[in-house]
């Protein structure tokens, strides 16, 4: 007996699911995401990194051209072309960042230090326990709100504000990844950074060692020095960053404090004499803090909305005829210690 | 055994970073854990370890306000030190005289005896050679700054001696890291030269000298005596202060170096 055929009903496409033609710049990322995999750890670029070389260095050799008609290989060989120009990053080797740099960081400033501080091709995990914990990424394409440590911040943001004693802190430590070898190889490592609440660690710090041969020890300790003072500068940086933004606020409140003296003794002085002697040195010091904001402005200190608001301020201030606003001093309620138990948010799939 | 010495503390320190006095057995623990080699110094007012660039400070003992208010001094003398050095090709240290003298061999005198007490002495003298400037005297000038007036100067080109820590445990080797005899021998100026002023009076005074302890000298009581310490303080431009309750008794144990 024939077999039957069987009716075979051909699929339904849903509507809207027809194929797009293929643009040139979506084959060009996907080559160039495949290319990305294999290059060293050094050389490799983010998404954002790979979209502006398209952009502005490979895209313009193949203006107007169809995508049917640019080979694989042109494409390659533009890529390559890429990498060559691409400076290689320090650091991107676990074994090669000293633990003291990675110790003892501030709750508060974790984005801050996964974005500035730590090389941006290495692959890290943050373990708060009961607050959260992310899964192990490379902080390549590190993203606050995507990769969970934002939670993370504002769960111990929020035991951190209702007990002001705590002392919570965040100390990274050299691990291996799941299924890996401890053979030094950089991709089989991460740094966990794992929650110390006054000075006590949440889980047993044991930081894997590297069995490292005789022969190479002083190579790896020269490369350790460069790389962890690379670090440590970027630190200075941000710490220097810092305190000229904070000394920027600082000169502008003091400004604005001093005007406030000058116009109080300007407005209840009844002697006419003293009176112009006070308005100009109003205009003295008004001239004085518009220089000092302008250049505080320039130099990136303050933001564009905080320059709005002391300008305003110190204006008020210089060409009033009244006397200063006196802020209300609210009275501190002293805070209750209450320990919430609060269960980590589950990320949806 | 020879102990290492660096030159400039930014040798061996790129960052530095304070931290609460019960973070310092933790930051031992974390040494010991990651092995390697630290260094860690105890002081009197603060601890700090050095761990791989990183310098770690701690406050030694309970806080003490009057010396936290006066760290500015430090930075101020070392400045003008700077300057005075920079002026000066070489500092030549005078005779080195006794910093207590007792000239009696009785142990316990009796009768009328007086003191005059320099004010301030080792910080006029500075003031006065010229190693800190009128701006920093002015400064340091307040009565809760006292020991911190004398921390300034007595620090002034001392190096700090640390001890070598190796897999988690502190060993009895140790580094120096700083230093620098220029500036020490600034300090030995100014304490040399008080005690050289001492001996002055002791000569001046002849018979009725009866002891000095470092910048306080006691004598037989008469106005001719109080007049030739009073003109000699004035010509060397130093300020004083009369003991007016004259003692009746000084033993010897007063001008010993312990007491």
Redesign the interface.
């Known amino acids: 007996m024939a077999k039957s055929k069987k009716n075979i009903t051909p699929k339904r496409s849903s509507p809207g699911s027809q194929k797009r033609k293929p643009t040139l710049y979506n084959k060009i990322l996907k080559i160039f995401t495949e290319a990305n995999k294999n290059v060293e750890p050094e050389k490799k670029l983010s998404i954002s990194q790979r979209r502006d070389y398209i952009k502005k260095m490979i895209m313009p050799n193949f203006a107007g051209e169809s995508p049917y008609r640019v080979s694989k290989q042109r494409i390659d060989s533009v890529i390559s072309n890429v990498y060559q120009t691409v400076v290689p990053k320090e650091g991107c080797d676990v074994n090669l960042i ?4 990675v ?2 960081i501030a709750w508060f400033e974790l984005d801050e230090f996964i974005v500035n501080i730590i090389p941006n091709c290495v692959y890290i995990r943050i373990d708060a326990g009961k607050f959260g914990q992310t899964k192990i990424f490379n902080t390549l394409n590190y993203d606050y709100n995507q990769n969970g440590v934002r939670q993370i911040v504002e769960n111990l943001r929020e035991y951190a504000e209702n007990d002001t004693e705590v ?1 919570l802190s965040l ?1 990274g430590v050299k691990s291996l990844r799941p299924k890996k070898k401890n053979d030094g190889n950089p991709e089989n490592y991460y740094i966990d950074f794992v929650l ?1 609440i ?3 660690p949440i889980k047993d ?3 894997v ?1 590297v069995n490292i041969p005789e022969s190479d020890k002083k190579e790896i300790k020269k490369k350790k ?1 460069k790389v ?2 690379a670090i ?2 970027r ?2 940086e941000l710490k220097k960053a810092k305190r000229r933004k904070a000394n920027a606020r600082k000169n502008a409140k003091k400004n604005i404090k001093d005007l406030e003296k000058i116009q109080s003794r300007y407005v209840r002085t009844k002697n006419q004499e003293k009176k112009q002697i006070y308005e100009l040195t109003k205009y003295s010091i008004y001239a004085k803090a518009l220089r000092m904001l302008n250049l505080s402005i320039k130099r990136g200190n303050i933001t564009k909305a905080q320059y709005e608001q002391y300008f305003n301020k110190i204006g008020n201030l210089a060409f009033s005829k009244k006397l200063p606003k006196k802020k209300q001093v609210k009275k501190a309620t002293p805070k209750k210690n209450i320990t919430k138990k609060k269960t980590p948010k589950r990320r949806k799939k | 055994m020879s102990i290492k010495t660096y030159k400039r503390e930014g040798y061996l320190i ?2 530095k ?1 304070f ?2 006095k ?2 310092l ?3 031992l623990d ?1 040494i010991q ?4 080699e630290a260094y860690i110094r105890y002081g009197n007012f603060s601890n700090e370890i050095i ?4 310098s770690y400070s701690f406050p030694a003992k309970g806080k003490r306000k009057h010396f936290s208010r006066g760290i500015f001094l430090f930075g101020m003398v070392r400045r003008d030190a700077r300057l005075f050095c920079a002026r000066k090709k070489t500092i030549r240290v005078p005779k080195k005289y006794p910093a207590n003298i007792y000239s009696y061999k009785e142990k316990v005198l009796k009768g009328n005896f007086t003191g005059t007490d320099v004010s301030h002495a080792y910080w006029r003298i500075a003031y006065n050679l010229g190693v800190i400037s009128k701006r920093t005297y002015e400064a340091g000038m307040q009565d809760d700054f006292k020991s911190v007036r004398l921390a300034a100067l007595s620090t002034l080109g001392k190096g700090k001696d640390y001890k070598i820590i190796r897999s988690g445990k502190e060993t009895e080797e140790s580094i120096k890291i700083g230093g620098n005899d220029k500036m020490d021998n600034i300090y030995k100026l100014i304490r040399y030269t008080c005690y050289r002023y001492m001996n002055e009076m002791k000569r001046l005074l002849k018979s009725d000298f009866i002891g000095y302890r470092t910048d306080c000298i006691y004598y037989i009581d008469s106005p001719e005596n109080r007049k030739i310490i009073r003109e000699y303080l004035k010509s060397k431009d130093l300020q004083f202060v009369q003991l007016i309750k004259t003692r009746k008794a000084i033993h010897e144990h007063d001008f010993s170096e312990s007491s």
């Open positions: 000293s633990p003291s740099v110790a003892n002392d100390t110390v006054n000075s006590e710090i044991d930081p060692i020095t962890r003072n440590l500068a630190v200075n | 790129k960052s970073d931290y609460t019960k973070k057995n933790y930051i974390l854990k990651n092995g390697g761990w791989e660039g990183k």
